[in-house]
């Protein structure tokens, strides 16, 4: 591409965040050097793995586009992001995780709508859930709220307030991989906060939706990929819940809700807690005392959002049954 028509493209920095996953990097990095963007460069940040990660890295620091950042002691998912970030040149910010990988056209599409929609400060696009061996088994779109399923069910620009509103009941960006960022907003921001070793994520999110729209693509260009060793999987329910609860409350804080939305908001706090019974339901019963115990600093009454909403869906059931019997 002549060089004229590349510099007149934005300079995305991608930062790939690398712990542990050898098996799955140069799936990850070849589907970075196939992007039809061609005005990018890779930020690999490797947070000390123990692993052979290094020497799969190492084929790719004679690549042009790339810098590898080995770090001597592990600092956690946060760490290594601002890190990448503190690292990057460009004016927008990609954080592509190491056991995910992208379709070809991920980031001219995200661009081309940012571009065409200055207030977004933030793009991304739904996500194909893929196994460990990288065969789709379904769509994060599936296990959004029907609000969100019918305001997103075509490419549009979400306001900030509407987005901070979905934020509150769900991670409605549950991957990373999946947005592209305006390093300003980034900036603005502080980066990702350390303090949150599971759901550093959701805690950045909630914090910008302070400061600008997001530019939703309805296709699917990113491949999430689920494992028994995610950041999730390995901390397990009682950090992951508590990490929740402490962000949601702080969001929930400093925005005015009506009635309605109070109420709701107190509903998906159960549902999050309740949520996790499906995949762990033994862990979730040894957590469940310590849990409650240290969410009484966030509300008196949240064991009571987690029963009120365990009754509703027994209730839907069983009104399920009888319409089906009758």
């Known amino acids: 591409?002549?060089?004229?028509?590349?510099?007149?493209?934005?300079?995305?920095?991608i930062v790939v965040t690398s712990y542990n996953h050898a098996e799955y990097l140069d799936e990850r990095m070849q589907s970075l050097f196939s992007q039809t963007y061609d005005n990018i460069?890779?930020?690999?940040?490797?947070?000390?793995s123990t692993d052979k990660s290094a020497t799969v890295l190492a084929q790719y620091q004679s690549h042009p586009k790339v810098r590898i950042t080995l770090l001597r002691a592990n600092g956690g998912?946060?760490?290594?992001?601002?890190?990448?970030?503190?690292?990057?040149?460009?004016?927008?910010?990609?954080?592509a995780e190491c056991d995910d990988f992208s379709e070809p056209n991920q980031i001219e599409v995200l661009m081309?709508?940012?571009?065409?929609?200055?207030?977004?400060?933030?793009?991304?696009?739904?996500?194909n859930m893929v196994n460990a061996d990288g065969l789709i088994c379904g769509s994060d779109f599936e296990h959004r709220e029907k609000l969100f399923k019918t305001f997103c069910s075509k490419?549009?620009?979400?306001?900030?307030?509407?987005?901070?509103?979905?934020?509150?009941?769900?991670?409605?960006?549950?991957?990373?991989?999946?947005?592209?960022?305006?390093?300003?907003?980034?900036?603005?921001?502080?980066?990702?906060?350390?303090?949150?070793?599971?759901?550093a994520d959701w805690?950045?999110?909630?914090?910008?939706?302070?400061?600008?729209?997001?530019?939703?693509?309805?296709?699917?260009l990113n491949n999430f990929r689920n494992h028994p060793t995610t950041v999730r999987n390995t901390f397990?329910?009682?950090?992951?819940?508590?990490?929740?609860?402490?962000?949601?409350?702080?969001?929930?804080?400093?925005?005015?809700?009506?009635?309605?939305?109070?109420?709701?908001?107190?509903?998906?706090?159960?549902?999050?807690?309740?949520?996790?019974?499906?995949?762990y339901p033994v862990k979730w019963l040894k957590s469940f005392s310590y849990v409650w115990f240290h969410s009484l600093k966030y509300d008196y009454f949240i064991i009571l959002y987690l029963f009120l909403w365990i009754t509703m869906r027994i209730y839907e059931k069983i009104l399920l049954r009888r319409f089906f019997i009758l």
């Open 41 to 48: 460069e890779i930020n690999v940040v490797d947070d000390c």
């Open 77 to 95: 998912y946060a760490k290594a992001c601002n890190i990448g970030v503190a690292l990057s040149r460009g004016d927008y910010i990609m954080f």
């Open 1 to 13: 591409m002549p060089e004229a028509v590349l510099s007149a493209k934005p300079l995305v920095s």
């Open 236 to 279: 397990g329910i009682q950090t992951s819940t508590l990490e929740i609860f402490d962000i949601l409350y702080n969001k929930f804080s400093r925005i005015k809700l009506n009635f309605f939305g109070k109420l709701k908001f107190k509903l998906a706090i159960g549902s999050i807690w309740a949520s996790q019974t499906k995949p």
């Open 112 to 127: 081309e709508n940012m571009l065409q929609n200055p207030s977004a400060g933030v793009g991304y696009c739904r996500s």
């Open 155 to 199: 490419d549009v620009l979400i306001p900030q307030k509407v987005m901070q509103k979905f934020f509150l009941i769900s991670c409605v960006i549950p991957n990373m991989s999946a947005a592209i960022i305006k390093k300003e907003h980034f900036d603005i921001v502080g980066g990702f906060d350390p303090r949150y070793k599971v759901c």
């Open 203 to 220: 805690d950045f999110w909630c914090r910008i939706t302070e400061h600008c729209d997001f530019y939703y693509v309805s296709k699917a």
